[in-house]
């Protein structure tokens, strides 16, 4: 039995979740997700997969959110035409989101082409359409939790909950010797692993005993210490008081699915409880509004699903459907509440609040999500001031705060207790979906503990390792899409945005219209003797 696991995504960075394993000849993909951050690993998008969609067996889905389900559609527009295996509530979420994407895709790469068009330069197709998705969703097959279901010849599986979002699973696979020759393989992929104390959801479950675990490392360099529902609520409740003091919006980037229902359910208790002000909450997400019924279609398996249907009966709560609904918020006075995605303010409607509330002293972003390196959140945490968006130059005067009580992912101490849970683990650990840092410190916290350090791997995006009886070996693999140090960093749009703002700040900072020309003409001089600045 020959056994190969390859590492197609979230490897040195925390996006584009997808590994494919192959045993003999059958082909199985767990993920398919989008990737995220800088404009180099957003371009990975676009790009052929690294496997043959046609030859796949099935696809395994951990969970919905797009940095794991995102290219789905492509994969079937490119001729998967297997099942894609997914818990119900996963299989309702994606019906939301996917489609989602596809809108979103389409409107932005329409506006794209306007632009194209009048500089005579070629027009571009999004990644894929309505259509792709429509046909992408005929090929779910809802799967329960710890229920065993074969996904191929010799290979079964069997879903766990991950304690992260509605419907998210770890996901075990159990690999069976045709020739009796070897007992079964056993691999367990953590998926997103969630905390303790998540609002929605119990801890997260799997059985233990495995010869190799993929595990999630995001926040494996932290330690949250007490954050507990209380302790979460009290934070949130200080930080919503001393915007309202401001006097002006309050606007949260938030993911629309789970961290955009747990927020709603704890700013309706607050108020309830006179703990801070009442205020007027706008959801202006369309996929927060349909995600959202999801939840309260799925409210009995989550654990405070009580309380969540209470806060989205409140007549507090408003939901922005158009874009004249949207563009309506913009023009309110005083203190309210806006929660818009994306949630790390790249896509969606929350840059036109950020466009629109930015460069006002009275005006407050809270980050509440993790921000991928190369992202708008990530600067304005960053402390960058002013920041592009949309083309346009914006200055950055409204207070910027941030908490992470409202993550989806365990802390590092949370992710070393899950991996203890599951000893023994006998040939190998790759740790995945983590910034460099992030990776190294759970690789530290564990190795010992669990196994040597030689067996727990930190992999790279199109390693390809084979899964041996006695422990993993990297293959030569293929051509590298990426190199391993082009991820989880600013890559040159991020440098060139950083470039045109400081320019723009010097030529403006001149003390005269003859000091901002020798500016000018020094840059110009540059640019035509195609030597870098710095020789």
């Not at 992408?136 to 079964?156: H, K, S």
């Not at 036109?352 to 980050?367: E, F, P, Q």
Request: hydrophobic content about 40%.
């Amino acid at each position: 039995m020959t056994i190969s696991l390859m590492f197609c995504g979230a490897a040195g960075t925390v996006t584009g979740s997808c590994f494919l394993l192959s045993v003999d000849d059958k082909r199985i993909l767990v993920d398919c997700g989008m990737f995220q951050g800088s404009k180099t690993e957003k371009q990975l998008n676009y790009e052929p997969f690294p496997f043959d969609p046609e030859s796949l067996d099935c696809v395994l889905l951990t969970h919905a959110h797009i940095d794991h389900s995102g290219l789905l559609p492509k994969l079937t527009k490119a001729g998967f035409g297997g099942p894609i295996f997914a818990t119900p509530a996963t299989a309702d979420l994606c019906s939301v989101m996917l489609p989602d994407s596809a809108h979103i895709q389409e409107f932005e790469v329409e506006h794209l082409n306007r632009r194209n068009r009048q500089r005579g330069r070629p027009e571009v197709t999004p990644i894929y359409s309505a259509g792709d998705t429509e046909a992408c969703l005929a090929q779910f097959q809802a799967t329960e939790y710890e229920t065993w279901v074969a996904v191929a010849d010799g290979l079964r599986a069997r879903f766990w909950n991950a304690g992260h979002l509605l419907g998210s699973a770890s996901i075990e696979i159990e690999a069976t010797d045709p020739n009796g020759e070897a007992g079964p393989l056993r691999i367990l992929f953590s998926g997103d692993l969630g905390p303790d104390f998540k609002l929605l959801h119990p801890d997260p479950d799997a059985p233990d005993g495995f010869d190799y675990i993929v595990c999630e490392s995001t926040y494996g360099s932290t330690d949250r210490h007490d954050r507990s529902p209380g302790r979460r609520r009290l934070h949130l409740a200080t930080e919503i008081n001393a915007a309202a003091k401001r006097g002006g919006a309050l606007i949260i980037p938030s993911f629309a699915v789970e961290r955009t229902q747990e927020l709603v359910t704890d700013l309706i208790r607050l108020m309830g409880d006179k703990e801070m002000p009442e205020a007027r909450i706008f959801i202006d997400s369309p996929l927060a509004n349909r995600a959202s019924d999801v939840f309260i279609r799925h409210a009995d398996e989550l654990d405070t699903g009580s309380d969540l249907l209470r806060a989205f009966r409140s007549d507090l709560l408003h939901f922005s459907q158009s874009v004249d609904d949207s563009k309506a918020i913009n023009r309110l006075q005083g203190f309210f509440i806006v929660i818009a995605a994306s949630g790390m303010c790249d896509a969606g409607r929350i840059r036109h609040h950020l466009k629109n509330r930015l460069w006002r002293k009275d005006a407050t972003v809270l980050i509440v999500g993790y921000q991928a390196e190369g992202t708008l959140g990530r600067l304005l945490i960053n402390g960058t001031d002013p920041v592009r968006i949309q083309g346009e130059e914006v200055a950055v005067n409204a207070t910027i705060r941030s908490m992470d009580d409202y993550t989806g992912h365990a802390d590092g101490p949370e992710l070393t207790d899950w991996l203890m849970e599951r000893r023994p683990v006998r040939q190998g650990i790759f740790l995945v979906h983590g910034e460099p840092d992030a990776r190294n410190a759970l690789k530290h916290r564990i190795a010992g503990e669990i196994l040597p350090t030689e067996r727990i791997i930190n992999p790279a995006i199109d390693d390809i390792y084979r899964l041996n009886p006695d422990g993993a070996e990297l293959t030569d693999g293929k051509k590298r899409r990426i190199a391993p140090e082009a991820t989880a960093r600013l890559d040159w749009n991020n440098a060139l945005t950083e470039l045109l703002l400081d320019i723009n700040e010097a030529v403006e900072q001149a003390s005269d219209e003859k000091a901002r020309n020798v500016i000018i003409r020094r840059i110009r001089r540059t640019l035509a003797s195609g030597e870098p600045s710095d020789r």
